[in-house]
């Protein structure tokens, strides 16, 4: 009988945390195997497993219906490592107990190891800093189990039994932002001793798969010019060939400045010709006219792109009677934001998400070469693939465009004033009428902006401190800025907004100017991504305009970017110009507990 596919690799136990996948392919980089299975996989299942970790989740582990994984794998003899929730659930299920925490962390956060003989943390500093994300903490151990680290206000910041094998983290070690993260998860991984796993070969396996679940279809492709659609269309005309794959483009009108002029140049130089360009921008405007909620602005950009594809390749004789399926960009963050996973909180549906293609999906009928990717994987495929420097590594696009970047609302969001009885801030501030998605402990949040001031303008580490306490402490707040176009609180002027074609170009003009100073200032190559926002408040009778610069690696985590001082005037400067601007707030927000994206 063949070995269990998970047999003597690293097995990751999904309860819906949004990191469950990155784990996976930390580990993979490392050069071992790695597989993802469902929290409730029996122990009997799993006893080949040459360790066993335990993800995040959004839920509390003691609220009825909240996903259980098998008391038994804590008996398997095997390594295990819970992380968050998964660190949580081993508490109780070994005995202990888990409560509410009295303060929620979220984000950076100190810690402190207290145990010498921990393998985890041998010969690491006594302090470091962490990413947390969580609500509840372990109040009292399990049996058998000692604290192995602290913060400030979590006392079991990360325990084990080291008799036993079990190590329990209440931070996310998996993300880049916890210092020596990756050295706590390499030094689990080598307690575990897992098979050797290779990324040489990787486009010829994703293609292996492609092959097989195209058969002997053609497919049409949705492209943007992103990195996602241009690395998978790519892949597609290369395993497939140019005439089993036609490619098309759909200008939205929600495109940057002469985006679509420079895609079409792009796929010249590549030699790829068989893209077709569609002017839909003043059908999508007329669809999105008198549409506000973001949810709905999603679904309609979705369902209109799918209805533009569907009548061009009815056109052009790409019926998926005649074997043609849909082929889509869709990468991993995208699936798990969605609610894709089985724990998972849904925190944003993605166009690529929406119920026409969870229908299609269900047919069979929609292949989605980088599914199982993170964006840093996706751009090695792209570079093995061959294709420039220049176009893998540019910043994150998000599909949606310009639409996800214009806050639409028909009146002010009101603030309760119940919520801020107890907030102060002795600090000039104001709160803003808007309120934008946020990502806490692994759940969604929908919650106002913070906007600070001060009388230079520019960021101090105080208030990019102030950026994590806030959120972290008020049910208020997911976001925090400071005002750099003004230096005393303004009562922000609410200004009804939807997308139409003059909203689209007033954004437009200020992403274009936000791309050409970071670029004249060799910038661009590390920011990550820098998303601009229009809001539908001023200072007067204007819009305001917040930058958002982030420095990531996956989307999953993400820091704000520190703009030189020079930079950020000469741009608040420029964009106080355009005609319709007259506000200009910066993002320092990380992720947690902001997502990079507002909506």
Avoid at 35 to 51: N, Q
């Amino acid at each position: 009988m063949a070995a269990a596919p998970h047999y003597k690799s690293v097995v990751i136990l999904d309860f819906g945390g949004q990191y469950a996948h990155l784990i996976a392919s930390r580990i993979r980089r490392f050069g071992f195997k790695s597989f993802i299975l469902p929290a409730d996989t029996k122990a009997d299942l799993l006893k080949d497993a040459a360790g066993i970790i335990l993800s995040g989740g959004p839920q509390s582990v003691y609220e009825k219906g909240s996903p259980q994984a098998d008391p038994a794998i804590l008996s398997l003899g095997v390594p295990v490592l819970g992380l968050c929730y998964g660190h949580q659930w081993m508490a109780q299920a070994a005995g202990g107990t888990v409560s509410p925490a009295k303060v929620k962390e979220y984000g950076p956060t100190a810690i402190r190891t207290t145990v010498a003989n921990n393998p985890l943390f041998k010969d690491l500093p006594k302090e470091f800093t962490v990413w947390m994300s969580h609500g509840d903490e372990v109040s009292v151990l399990p049996p058998g189990f000692e604290t192995t680290a602290s913060s400030k206000d979590c006392t079991n910041a990360a325990m084990m039994d080291l008799k036993r094998g079990l190590f329990g983290i209440q931070f996310h070690i998996e993300v880049t932002h916890s210092e020596h993260g990756m050295e706590i998860l390499r030094r689990f991984v080598d307690i575990c001793s897992p098979e050797q796993w290779s990324m040489e070969g990787y486009a010829s396996h994703v293609g292996d798969d492609v092959k097989k679940e195209v058969g002997d279809r053609k497919v049409f492709m949705l492209v943007s010019g992103g990195v996602d659609s241009t690395v998978a269309f790519t892949l597609l005309n290369q395993v497939l060939g140019h005439e089993r794959v036609t490619g098309l483009l759909v200008d939205t009108g929600l495109m940057r400045k002469d985006e679509v002029l420079g895609i079409e140049r792009a796929f010249e130089a590549l030699k790829i010709k068989n893209l077709h360009i569609e002017n839909a921008s003043e059908r999508f405007y007329k669809a999105l006219k008198g549409v506000y909620e973001p949810e709905k602005k999603r679904e309609i950009i979705g369902n209109t792109f799918l209805a533009v594809q569907k009548e061009v390749s009815d056109r052009m004789g790409l019926r998926i009677e005649d074997g043609w399926m849909l082929g889509q960009g869709t990468i991993y963050p995208d699936t798990i934001e969605t609610g894709g996973t089985k724990h998972a909180d849904k925190i944003k549906t993605h166009h690529n998400r929406v119920e026409l293609i969870q229908r299609m999906m269900e047919e069979g009928l929609v292949v989605e070469p980088l599914k199982e990717l993170y964006k840093d994987e996706v751009r090695q495929l792209g570079e093995e693939l061959g294709l420039p420097r220049e176009l893998v590594w540019r910043q994150p696009f998000p599909g949606p465009g310009l639409g996800v970047r214009i806050l639409c609302a028909e009146s002010p969001h009101p603030v309760d004033a119940a919520l801020l009885k107890d907030f102060t801030l002795d600090l000039p501030h104001t709160v803003l009428p808007v309120k934008s998605v946020g990502v806490q402990g692994d759940g969604r949040t929908y919650r106002h902006a913070l906007a600070l001031f001060a009388s230079h303008k520019v960021p101090t580490d105080a208030h990019y401190a102030l950026a994590t306490s806030i959120p972290n402490a008020s049910r208020v707040f997911s976001r925090v800025l400071l005002c750099t176009s003004h230096t005393t609180p303004f009562d922000p002027v609410f200004v009804p907004t939807m997308i139409e074609k003059d909203t689209a170009d007033l954004l437009r003009a200020a992403d274009a100017i936000v791309d050409h100073e970071v670029r004249a200032v060799n910038l661009y190559d590390r920011i990550w991504q820098f998303p601009v926002v229009l809001l539908p408040m001023g200072a007067g009778k204007g819009h305001s305009i917040v930058l958002r610069p982030i420095e990531s690696t996956d989307a999953m985590t993400a820091a704000a970017f520190r703009l030189p001082e020079a930079l950020l005037k000469r741009m608040t400067d420029k964009i106080l110009a355009i005609d319709g601007i007259d506000a200009v707030f910066l993002d320092l927000t990380n992720k947690p507990p902001a997502t990079i994206e507002w909506e």
